[in-house]
């Protein structure tokens, strides 16, 4: 790594007073992919801002919403009685990540910020559409058994790994940053982007921007919710294919369902059309199976990945039966 | 004797370990020294053009930034160093990966920066990555330490033919690396045209002549010291070109040099376990007796070396059988060149073992029994059809099946339910070939009383440290803390190399003989000693038991060691000797899985083993390499695999979050039973090489309980979710 | 008021002339640069260093002066080539956070000639203090008295220039243990190449295996990814704080009665682990213990044993 400057901040405005005025800087909570992404030559950085106290590490719960500190370490809000309790995929997707121990350290806006594991972005030797613009995509012919199915193109296929972000999304989580151009809310749905020409850009944030709070609306659905990870050995390892749901039922008939997918899109994957699909009908076997056709129809599948078509529509047959009380 | 050999004595070794005391190569501090760090290739073919080490040179800290232009002229040695060129000696580029600079600095962290400052250009070659677009030039390379890659008994191909039933499959494994959690290391420090080295080795006399050669130098002026060694499995038993390197930097920059492998920079370094491909063909009889097997294989091999590291063993030696023609071929690839890896027989056991699975089914035969009906007391390529020694293996398959309940066993797949998984039971033979390299060690009693046992072999983690102290405490009659046990060190005498499972069969009768020869030499001495109460009494009617010395009818008349070498006025010293022979351990596996098809979950749940490894030394640590050795078949068997990219050659993976091992949280209860019906003939101790037998058969014994629960037969590993769908 | 000082100790081969020189040479910045309101420069009774410098300082502009000012370049020309060790810091009771801001934006501006880099680090501690901060351990010297601070009015406490190193305090298995060097170095790294604790042990450098595990104010961390000074002030555990002299912990003796290790790399981390999972209270079942253990890999594959070790020893520690 470099050899870069610390500074540590007090406050969110004097954090992003500094981040403003010192070129190529960053922030940094946990630390725990920023030193492995400069280590690796992925990202490079003269500075780094400490984020740690700035009193936006809190976790709480009102009448509306619950409100998550972007500096929050993920094993505080997973362990959180209340999370456990109303916002069950969110525990279950944070105990889901890495290990103990980087749950100890790791921040939620860090999590949310982590980047991709794709073996050719993290090989600072290889060309890699994300890490360097034009310099290709060798992804698509080579290794992607852990690269995306949907949402990708020519230039990048490489899937999000935080487990978080896909349950956040499928909560309708709100994201607050604070830039030097002052405060902003961004709905989740919108904060990722879609690789498409420009692959370097993964989200809506723009320089200097620092994630000062995650809002999660309260609601029934919320407290209705799973999280399924698939790995190929038994933890500690980034998804395979993912699914967290929120489904609430009246009798067999669907009232809501919220759905997001990991390993398998370019972003956390929520596609509204699926929902649409099982809103308002009975949930059987067969609702279930057209909602998972649905979700597939434009995926693009690749020789390591192909499985995954069949694999993320079981995962969801698995996840709403389990939630719909099926079997 | 007191009994100590057999128990299971909890590790010498363990309260260093626990402590953090224990002094791996890398913890050692070494005034003035400085850091290195390798600049590795990016390209897998072609040649350096230019090294700019302007910007590097310019980091703070930086000392030198060394290329070939300023390496010594070293010579290339002989296996185990298993590399045919010494990088940084000439412009050529053989793999992604390799040397090209190396960078010394104050600090490591310096070093590190400096090392990506250094900007490299190349003429790059298009490699070749992909095995499977080059099986056509697969060839049978020149024989690898005096064994052929071809063997032939009989007329297979005839047999073959006219045989009632036939099996012909291919099975496959990938590229894996050995992965041990300490990565490479070694220390240089030259004083007055000496070298000492603190080295991750798994051999610290082979490491020592390896380096004395390369530098030209008498072996007297090289030291290698390793008394703790983080995980070998073979990736630390050859030398590898970053210790010449660092020994060569030391020299130039005149100060002592660290060097530590990344951990991306252990998959090019250190060899692996190649690809491989394994074309078997099976003939029998209806009543499942083996006519013929044709075994061909094709193991990746590079440019520049063709050893074949994953050999045919099982194929030849385990089942009767009278017609068998092994080839094993390799084929050239532009990657590094592979080495050996825990049970490199394993490759090739794994398609053994599933295809008499797969016979057994197509003749509606118990695998068990499959295995029984072509169980051999005879060595199958001895010319003398000499008998193994004491095999115990028809007593393994017993016990382990009784052990399991495999008379439970519903021999249709597919059948066995439990809620939503199905549930399947498999075995397999497990066996492998161990090692032994002549070995002596030197023992002696102070005049405290107290024993140190001093040897240049290893403790790898298989408990060397521990089982030599016994075999020594018992073999004097001390207790077991009077014994120490030195080693890791070519100051001590040479003994062997820890690889191949030779640590035991080589060291363990020296260590027994030295003991012989000290117990000897201090009962001479009291009895011939008018102070001792024991003067007079006839040598062999001495008895030696908790340090003391008694005569066998009155035991008033006593000594002690202390007394008697205190009086002796200087230390008894021996040296222990003992040849052995190479051979082979047995064993079976028996497991269950349970496999939820929907999703392609997969649990291995039960594992029941019975091993016969002769005698068994130390309940513990043989029970240690048994849940060791299933924990990497499951690994081989599920998830293991080096990603190669088939454009550029470059690893994909080269972590430790992308290539998976197991981790906890994967491993079953294993149940490990040992058959021991050894007869400790006082020489030998009947020990034989354990080390990598166990976990042979598991992967075949996993396939086997797919097969047995979903009716899918999976020859290719891993065995990855997507296959069980 | 801005308060600009040094410590320093001269290399021990310098004569009695030299020393009068640089000492001059630093006194002169006192008188002859307006700005200064007083200053003092003598010896340091500290015990750490041998003299020290201290320079009070008006206000921001003539911070500025003072740090561009002529005297200051000459006397740092004289007296720098002759210093062995130097730690130098900022302190401000202005409670403006632009202040602390300035204030580092000069100092990294300031052009100092050579450093002595070589075999010894020259150490810039820079500190700029506002009415609610504190000192950062080490200097003796306390902030102006706090007023009272809301949280956004709290300035940075802590700013290292890149380039430079800095002092970082840490207690390491109840002791306080001082380290001077970058920001770029993590936690592994310091106890390892700096404090001379090898017990804990890097097997990936990448937070992946968990050998590097070590116990950060009570809690389970992966020192590979941890920036020793980012853990300023912190208690760390490590593998060798673990027993009490002779007496091993229960969680030690529990791996050696299960035979819980092999080659012993991953062990310490194991162990660290094993104490923290314990103390969360994780070790209720043996899956329980598989899962939350599997964050420390160990190839010898132990992990058989090492679970029978934990679920023995979580009956023996109380919680």
Known sequence: MRAFGYTVAGSPAEAVRIAA??????????????????????????????????????????????????????RQVAEHPRVRRE???????????????????????????????????????????????????????????????????????????????????????????LGPGGERAVPIADFYLLPGSTPDRETVMRPGELITWVDVPRTALAGRSRYLKLRDRATFEFAVVSVAAALRTSGRVVQDVRLAFG???????????????????????????????????????????????????????????DLGGLR | ???????????????????????????????????????????????????????????????????????????????????????????????????????????????????????????????????????????????????????????????????????????????????????????????????????STQGVVFARNAVAFAFGKGRESVRVISPYLGGGFGAKGPTYPHTLLTAAAAQLAGRPVKLVLSRAQM???????????????????RQGMLTAIVDTSTAQVTRVEENIYNGSDSTLRLYACPNVHVRQLGVRLDLPTSSYMRSPETTAHFGLETAMDELSYELGIDPVELRIRNHTEVDQQSETGQAYAGKQLLECYRAAAEAFGWARRSPRPGVTRDGDEYVGWGMATETHTYGVIPSQVHLAIGPDGRATLRAATQEIGTGTYTVLTQVVAEGLGMPLGHVTTLLGDTAYPEASLSAGSSTMPSVAGPAADAARRARDAVIALAVADPRSPLLGVPAEEVVTENGHLFARGDRDRRDTYRNVVTRHGSAVEVTGRQDNTAGHSFGAVFLEVRIQPRLGRLRVTRVVTAHD??????????????????????????????????????????????????V???????????????????????????????????????????????????????????KLL | MIYHGSRFTFKPDITPRQRTEALEGLSDQGRVIPSVRSFVVGRDHSGEYEWGAIFVIEDLDGYREFMTHPARRRAEQIALPLIENIVSFDLTDDPDPEAGVKMAEWRQHDPLPERPVHTRRTVL????????????????????????????????????????????????????????????????????????????????????????????????VKSCLTLAVMRQGAEITTVEGLARGDELHPVQEAFIRHDAFQCGACTPGQIMSAVACIDEGHAGSEAEIREWMSGNLCRCAAYQNIVAAVADAAKEVRR
């Open chain 3, 125 to 220: 501690k820079a500190i700029a203090v506002t009415a609610a901060g504190t000192a950062a351990a080490g200097t003796g010297i306390a902030a102006a008295p706090a007023a009272a601070a809301a949280q956004t009015a709290a300035a940075q406490a802590y700013a290292v220039a890149p380039g430079a190193s800095v002092e970082v305090a840490l207690t390491v298995n109840g002791q306080l243990r001082k380290v001077v060097l970058e920001p770029r170095v993590t936690l592994l790294d310091a106890l390892r190449e700096r404090l001379g604790l090898t017990g804990t042990k890097k097997g990936c450098d990448r937070g992946e295996c968990g050998a590097c595990t070590v116990l950060a104010d009570g809690e389970r």
């Open chain 2, 613 to 662: 490894l002769g005698r068994v030394l130390n309940r513990r640590t043989a029970r240690g390499q048994v849940i060791g050795g299933v924990t990497w078949g499951i690994g081989f068997a599920l998830m293991e695999h080096t990603m190669v990219d088939p454009n550029t050659a470059r690893v994909v993976n080269p972590n430790l979050s992308t290539y998976l091992v197991p």
């Open chain 1, 21 to 74: 005025s010192t070129p190529e800087s960053t922030f940094v909570a946990g630390g725990t992919d920023l030193l492995n992404l400069m280590r690796d030559g992925a990202e490079a950085h003269d500075h780094l801002v400490d984020v740690n106290r700035l009193g936006i590490d809190g976790v709480a719960v009102d009448s509306r919403r619950l409100r998550v500190g972007g500096s929050a370490r993920m």
């Open chain 2, 267 to 285: 998959y090019t370094s250190n060899g692996h376990r190649a690809e491989y491909r394994h074309h078997l063909r099976l003939g029998a009889t």
């Open chain 1, 87 to 177: 916002f069950p995929v969110l525990s279950e997707a944070l105990l889901a990540s890495a290990s103990p121990q980087v749950r100890n350290m790791a921040s939620i806006g860090g999590n949310l910020l982590q980047r991709t594991r794709c073996g050719y972005f993290r090989d600072a030797a290889s060309a890699c559409n994300k890490r360097v613009p034009g310099s290709g995509c060798p992804a698509i012919t080579g290794h992607n058994r852990g690269h995306a199915i949907l949402g990708g193109g020519d230039h990048c296929i490489a899937t999000h790994p935080s487990d978080l972000a896909v349950a956040l999304i499928a909560l309708d989580a709100t994201v607050h940053l």
């Open chain 2, 1 to 199: 004797m007191s009994g100590l050999v057999g128990q299971g004595v909890a590790r010498v070794d363990g309260r260093a370990k626990v402590t953090g005391a224990a002094r791996y190569a890398a913890d050692n501090e070494v005034a003035g020294v400085l850091h290195g760090f390798l600049v590795m290739s990016t390209i897998a073919r072609g040649e350096v053009v230019e090294i700019d080490t302007g910007a590097a040179l310019a980091h703070p800290g930086v000392v030198a930034v060394y290329t070939h232009a300023d390496m010594p002229r070293l010579k290339l040695p002989d296996f185990p160093f298993n590399r045919r060129f010494i990088p940084m000696q000439d412009t050529r580029v053989h793999h992604h990966g390799q040397p090209v600079a190396y960078v010394l600095a104050q600090t490591l962290e310096q070093a590190q920066e400096a090392a990506n400052l250094v900007k490299v250009r190349y003429r790059a070659e298009h490699p070749v990555a992909r095995m499977a677009d080059v099986l056509d030039e697969a060839f049978l390379p020149e024989k690898f330490r005096n064994r052929p890659n071809e063997a032939a008994r009989g007329d297979a191909a005839a047999a073959l033919e006219q045989a009632e039933v036939r099996i012909d499959q291919t099975y496959s494994s990938p590229m894996q690396h050995h992965n041990p959690i300490e990565p490479h290391t070694t220390t240089a420090v030259w004083e007055d045209g000496t070298l000492i080295l603190y080295e």
């Open chain 2, 664 to 722: 906890c949280a994967d491993t079953p209860s294993v149940e490990a039973l040992f058959v021991d019906r050894s007869e400790p003939d006082g020489k030998l101790l009947g020990v034989r090489g354990f080390g990598e037998t166990p976990g042979t058969g598991v992967p075949a014994a996993i396939g086997n309980a797919i097969y047995h629960a979903i009716g899918r037969r999976l020859r290719d590993v891993p065995f990855t979710p997507d």
């Open chain 1, 263 to 321: 390993g398998v899109g370019t972003r956390p994957w929520r596609d509204t059309q699926v929902e649409a699909a099982l809103r308002g009908r009975p949930l059987t076997g067969q609702a279930i199976a057209e909602a998972g056709r649905l979700l597939v129809r434009d995926a693009e599948p690749y020789e390591g990945n192909r499985f995954k078509v069949e694999l993320v529509q079981r995962a969801l047959v698995s996840i709403l039966s």
